[in-house]
């Protein structure tokens, strides 16, 4: 549900094509069977049939959903369904889009989201929950001097645009080398007026807990990192 509320809201902001891709859970572990009897080889056919019926009524469910979703959202979505699929295939279906939205970890049974992030090479959004008419109205942007963290903050530039508030964080560091104000004039030159705010570390507390408390109290919907 959540994936499916933030692909209407982006969908609706930017008159977006949508694609959805769903591959079909695993059956069986895929490995070699000897039928040595009779016996063996009907329970093998029952299990392949069984297993047959399981993946078309998935297929099905799938279908229904999306079609369900079209009807409510009045937005046109195509649907691609396949066999199960490691990672790495699925990736190439997000290779040619503008962006891609996955659920959170651990929402689809065997799905490895964080092997999508690495095989992708395009922006992903992660759908952890929303409930509000746009993703993207209050951005905060995880600041890192990285290429990883400079490449997500230009793929969020449509969204960035669009935000009522963008706020830069960063936590202090002996290794700050002052890019967190370049950052933000930089965003400025694309029309993105962006406060930036240093963090100072909490003892006993990880960088990403500093820095995703101080989201919550910018009320953030939507975080950009690399």
């Known amino acids: 549900p959540d994936a499916l509320r933030v692909t209407e809201s982006v969908a609706r902001r930017f008159a977006s094509n949508v694609h959805f891709v769903h591959g079909l859970s695993q059956a069986a572990p895929n490995i070699g069977w000897t039928a040595e009897s009779e016996g063996d080889l009907k329970r093998l056919r029952a299990m ?4 047959g019926r399981r993946l078309e009524a998935e297929r099905q469910t799938v279908a229904k959903t ?13 649907l691609t369904v396949r066999d199960w699929t490691p990672e790495p295939a699925i990736s190439t279906y997000l290779m040619t889009a503008d962006l891609a939205i996955l659920p959170r970890p651990g929402a689809v049974k065997g799905l490895d989201v964080e092997a999508v992030l690495l095989e992708a090479g395009r922006p992903v959004l992660l759908a952890l929950g929303h409930s509000g008419a746009h993703v993207g109205d209050r951005v905060a942007i995880f600041w890192r001097s990285t290429p990883p963290t400079s490449h997500a903050v230009a793929a969020s530039l449509p969204f960035l645009r669009l935000a009522s508030a963008v706020k830069l964080f960063t936590v202090q560091s002996d ?9 933000a004039t930089w965003l400025g030159y694309h029309g993105v007026q962006a406060e930036t705010e240093r963090l100072r570390p909490i003892d006993g507390a990880s960088v990403g807990a500093v820095l995703l408390g101080a989201a919550g109290e910018f009320e953030a919907d939507m975080i950009v990192m690399g």
């Open 48 to 51: 392949l049939e069984e297993d």
């Open 66 to 78: 999306v079609e369900e979703w079209r009807a409510k959202t009045g937005v046109e979505a195509d």
């Open 175 to 183: 290794r700050d080398d002052g890019s967190l104000e370049r950052a």
